[in-house]
């Protein structure tokens, strides 16, 4: 385990020196980014268990937060971010309070609910670009900007706050609020039982994934300086989210940065070969990844990958099925 | 006077399951509860762990009211329980497992972590601690069930079938589990089928029958009591075909 996080620390933070050029440097930067949302996410529906369809409300809060302070009072976007959190985590408590009173779907049907209201909402409202969006500064004023023609500093920066994000993800599941997400994942009526207080740790998880995953929106309207109803609040922002962590592992710590690894070269492959009209076969790659991985690995690729090395260190026969 | 129920009763539409249970149970006690299929015993279990609110009646737990609070509140209070079919966390070890009952006295994960190890020892999973709790069979289950209810420190514990699907051999460790945790001063509430069972750990016994508290008082006159031998073997056929 110690192992394989120092070679991961060390393939990223040498990747933009072996993979140069602005193509390789912007895909860097796009996989990093789509790792630190579906870390995000992975916080609320990996650990604690409870699938949100709808976390493009918190993406698309993150990304209009910084161009809204830029179009209406000019100020640096970075202040949005904040912002952006504040108003996640308060859309986290709306939702969170009355739905985790009740178990199984309520939840994952509400996020979705309000992420689509809110769709609507905001490509109707011309206080925030309506259908047209925003755009952030075209030309840096100061520093605070944080407007840059290379994707190597948004690299770096992206890294950073993935590396907190996992940190801390690391640092909760090791505690009570981890093993009280995994028992409220594994059975919600034993955990009660044990004392567990399952709708305050629920809102806790959602919460502080909600306020990350405002972050990673901040970040990509930074890096990108435009946002639309589309690519802030539509439902294909959740889908992904949930599709990256769900390849490498839902609920493992690696799992959303190798779902990332892997989906945002694909994704950057399908759209290259294909032009415009690649966005519309990445779909379809989604969808036949949903297939593939519920009927044969729902755990995901580490899971996969765990099970093939026990057996080859293993090497004798199994006695007792699991 | 540790857990008081008053007249508890429960409905599910216009089907009574439970009416106008009674039961005080003292520190220190072992009672049981007993009675055939669908005599309203569960359902009483149910509405002392908080998993079910009465529809009327009052349960008082240590001069706190407890008739409407969640089950969490009385784990907190200090009620514990088991499930009849375990619910174990299948993803975790079985230390990890009873770590989950041991953080609600010991925040700290170290804490908790030791006060797990020193369970799962005492109920007899020691070796086995860092396993995955799926590589259990059903008596390893059972134990762990207990271990993790442990874990959380109650004053008082109710065991659902604890004892159901074990074998003769299995029956005999379990109870003997059974006699220790009660050595370690913590009352129980005992439901079960196996007569065996009840007969050499009770104290007290109430019967059920048809949502009713049909019997109560101790094993060995319970169990020669007409009314209890009825609701377990039916009445006398000559009996039956006047009703």
Known sequence: ?322 | MLLEAQSVSRAFGSFMALSNADLSVDEGEIIGLIGPNGAGKSTFFNCLVGDLVPTSGRVVFAEIDVTNASPEAHARLGIGRTFQVPATFEEMTILENVMVGAFLRHPNRHDAREKAREIVAFVGLGGQADQPARSLGTPGRKRLEIARVLASEPRLILLDEALAGLTPVEIQTAIELVRRIHQRGVTLVIVEHIMEVILSLTQRVLVFNQGHTVASGSPSDVVNDPAVIEAYLGRRREKRRRA
């Open chain 1, 1 to 322: 385990m110690k192992w394989s996080w120092l070679v991961v620390a060390a393939l990223l933070l040498l990747y933009p020196f072996v993979l140069t050029g602005a193509f390789y440097e912007r895909m860097g930067a796009d996989l990093l980014l789509a790792a630190i949302a579906a870390s995000a996410w992975n916080i609320v529906g990996g650990y604690a268990g409870q699938i949100s369809v709808g976390h493009a409300v918190f993406f698309g809060a993150g990304a209009y937060a910084p161009l809204l302070l830029y179009t209406q009072w000019q100020l640096p976007p970075v202040f949005g971010v904040p912002l952006g959190m504040l108003v996640s985590i308060l859309i986290a408590i709306i939702i969170g309070m009355p739905t985790f009173r009740l178990q199984g779907h309520y939840f994952s049907m509400a996020t979705i609910a309000v992420a689509e209201l809110v769709r609507i909402v905001v490509g109707n409202w011309d206080f925030v670009g309506a259908a047209i969006g925003m755009m952030g500064p075209a030309v840096p004023r100061t520093v605070l900007d944080l407007s840059f023609r290379s994707s190597i500093p948004y690299y770096y920066i992206f890294l950073a706050v993935l590396a907190l994000i996992l940190g801390l993800t690391h640092f909760l599941s090791r505690g009570r609020m981890g093993y009280y997400w995994r028992a409220i994942r594994a059975g919600e009526r034993a955990a009660r039982s044990l004392g567990v207080p399952v709708r305050r740790y629920k809102l806790y998880a959602l919460m502080l994934s909600a306020a990350f995953t405002s972050l990673a929106g901040s970040l990509y309207a930074l890096m990108i300086g435009f946002v639309d109803p589309e690519s802030g609040f539509g439902i294909l922002v959740s889908v992904e989210m949930i599709i990256t962590a769900a390849l490498g592992g839902v609920g493992t710590l690696l799992g959303p940065l190798l779902g990332a690894a892997i989906l945002v070269p694909l994704k950057m492959a399908t759209n290259s070969l294909f032009g415009g009209g690649g966005s519309g076969l990445t779909y379809i790659l989604y969808g036949g990844i949903i297939l593939v991985l519920a009927r044969f690995e729902p755990g995901g690729l580490l899971e996969l990958w765990r099970r093939v090395a026990a057996r080859a260190t293993r090497r004798k026969p199994v006695t007792h099925a699991a």
